[in-house]
């Protein structure tokens, strides 16, 4: 009998390998993003100038026939500038929709902590129930609907923090390291040759996936069966969160949700048809890492989110 994740795993390693193609290495990052991709969740992407986020959600959406909006904040940017606006039509005598750039398959929205808080709120109702309300009508948006938010940990002039309820609707976030020596190397060797982020045909990246084939991928994840104390074991290190020590504010349930419905995504992207306990370990820190807040000492003692995420999965007892 084949297995019903098998769809699932050929369209990722086809993504996959169009990927590397150009970003060199992170493949810890690349599987996240690909797992967000298939569950239908949004990123943050976090790391210091340099390291290839925009590259990376640049070539995965090279790779798929959906289409692409790159959004760049800024502290003047506008609602309106991101969903659109209705202007007058003299030819009709009526109000048309301007659509604005959110309106895509997959959205890079570059520096999201640029934009003020009006501008983040527009996003709120974007990112939750896939549409936007212009003037008290609905427009829903087309499917697949991903936002790629990048943010630069390390310069805060002229930034905003996002607020708690947007954080809250990412599904992970990603922190994005240095390359290795070795892939540092191979940058080099690759830009050598000819390489170049201004045209990334340079690297022969292919459409290899369709949003349809990524819908067809989420009726097969929709199948992946998952134990009922796996499900338990969700629910204990979500709720840890919530009375540790260490925490001020824990996890939110969309955070349980989040940890069930990428544990799945990434059982499928192995062929496999069972959730296990290592796929809920392989994702807790990305979803977890951005929604939950710190008591103020831990921070003051140079204590990060991922050690006390580390924590309390030595705590939870794991399902056999």
Request: aromatic share 6%.
């Amino acid at each position: 009998m084949e297995n019903p994740s098998t769809m699932t795993q050929t369209v990722a390693d086809k993504l996959r390998a169009e990927i590397q193609k150009v970003i060199v290495g992170q493949s810890y990052v690349i599987d996240h993003a690909m797992i967000a991709l298939f569950s239908g969740g949004h990123v943050l992407l976090e790391g210091v100038p340099g390291t290839a986020k925009t590259l990376l959600v640049k070539t995965m959406a090279m790779a798929m026939t959906g289409d692409f909006k790159r959004i760049q904040f800024t502290p003047d940017l506008m609602p309106s500038d991101v969903v659109g606006t209705n202007v007058f039509d003299s030819k009709s005598s009526a109000f048309v929709l301007k659509k604005g750039p959110i309106f895509t398959n997959l959205a890079l929205i570059d520096e999201v902590n640029r934009a003020p808080a009006k501008t983040q709120a527009a996003l709120l109702e974007v990112m939750e129930e896939r549409q936007v309300t212009i003037d008290g009508t609905r427009y829903p948006l087309s499917e697949p609907f991903i936002v790629f938010a990048t943010q630069n940990p390390i310069e805060y002039e002229g930034t905003y923090a996002l607020p708690e309820a947007q954080l809250d609707r990412f599904m992970f976030k990603i922190m994005i390291d240095y390359p290795a020596a070795e892939e540092e190397n191979q940058i080099l060797r690759n830009y050598h040759h000819g390489f170049t982020t201004r045209d990334l045909s340079s690297a022969h990246v292919g459409s290899v996936v369709t949003p349809a084939d990524i819908e067809r991928c989420r009726a097969e994840i929709q199948n992946v069966k998952i134990e009922e104390s796996v499900i338990g074991y969700i629910t204990q290190i979500v709720r840890k969160t919530r009375d540790y020590p260490s925490i001020l504010v824990g996890a939110s349930p969309r955070a349980a949700v989040s940890l069930l419905l990428a544990a799945k995504t990434r059982t499928a992207m192995r062929g496999l048809d069972y959730v296990n306990p290592d796929d809920i370990k392989f994702i807790a820190r990305p979803v977890l890492r951005h929604r939950i807040l710190l008591q103020p000492e831990m921070e003051l003692e140079g204590i990060r989110s991922d050690e006390v995420i580390g924590e309390i999965l030595n705590i939870v007892p794991v399902p056999r």
